[in-house]
């Protein structure tokens, strides 16, 4: 015979996920229909903020600046010659300011093909690890498909996939053990952060769990996270105390009389041969071990559990 008693219970979850960069760097050119001339940049290359990454075909950019520039020339020295004679009176107000605003113009266009020239040597915007190379030689770039991918500062986290009925009892800096194909024993991360959206093509919420160390993990492999949920205190009793038909779970009461009676209760968690339940207190008698040879009213023999 034992009685319940308040226990204290740390439940856990198995789920799976995918290793993602934990933040994405896209690599996008500014310049569309141009095609690409060289790639320096490799999958699972470390590159610096800055550092080139590809270069495009700029010999028509250079063309339209060699003649913006000349075009530049000749109204910087039609302006010159109007601005010579403005004192004579020989030229009216609009039409100096006509020559101004038309330098100006051509200036304006002559600094925009230069920066596409510019543009043209594709240039890392972060640091990181570059995981998706799309850019080939020869081929067209333009500025909506990207070219490379890259893991800001190269790092990696695990996006676990949790049941929306157990996504609100997951909580960030709680503790999850991680197993990566390829990477002997478990990985120790934390939770990051949890998703407040349930995705409706799986019914889940995503968590972003920190790993200790990306060292052999690659983007897009499988991960299986066990997340430690909320603890959840309660009181307990032994697993082989708790009993079920078709009406429920229940065990079986001691009354003061010695005789059992069905006594309905509603587990909550069990673990490691634990059960916490709802529905008893803790003066409650049970039995502990109850057998399918017991029925309602059989009297029996108390003897307290050690």
Known sequence: MTSPHTQTI???????????????TTVMAELTNVRILD??????????????????????LRLQLAQMEADYAKARDEATRTLSIKDTGAVSESLIMEKRSALAT???KVEEAKLAIRRATVHAPTGGVVFERRALVGGIANATDPLFRIARDGEIEAELRVPEGQANRVKPASNVHLTVPGVAGSLLGSV?????????????????VTVPSAQGL??????HGDIELNPVTALALPATAIQRDGEGAFVWEVDASNHVVRHPVTP????DGVTLVE?????LRVVQRAGT??????????????
């Open 10 to 24: 740390i439940d856990h979850t198995g789920v799976a996920g995918t290793l993602v960069p934990r933040e994405e």
């Open 39 to 60: 790639v320096s940049a490799e999958v699972g290359d470390r590159v610096k903020k800055g550092d080139p990454l590809a270069v495009l075909d700029a010999e028509g």
């Open 106 to 108: 051509m200036k304006a």
């Open 192 to 208: 990051r952060l949890v998703s407040p959206r349930i995705d409706a093509s799986d019914r889940a919420a995503a968590v972003r």
């Open 218 to 223: 690659m983007v897009g492999g499988f991960v």
């Open 268 to 271: 909550l968690l069990q673990r």
């Open 279 to 283: 529905g008893v207190t803790p003066d």
């Open 293 to 306: 040879l017991i029925r309602a009213g059989d009297f029996v023999k108390t003897v307290e559990a050690r």
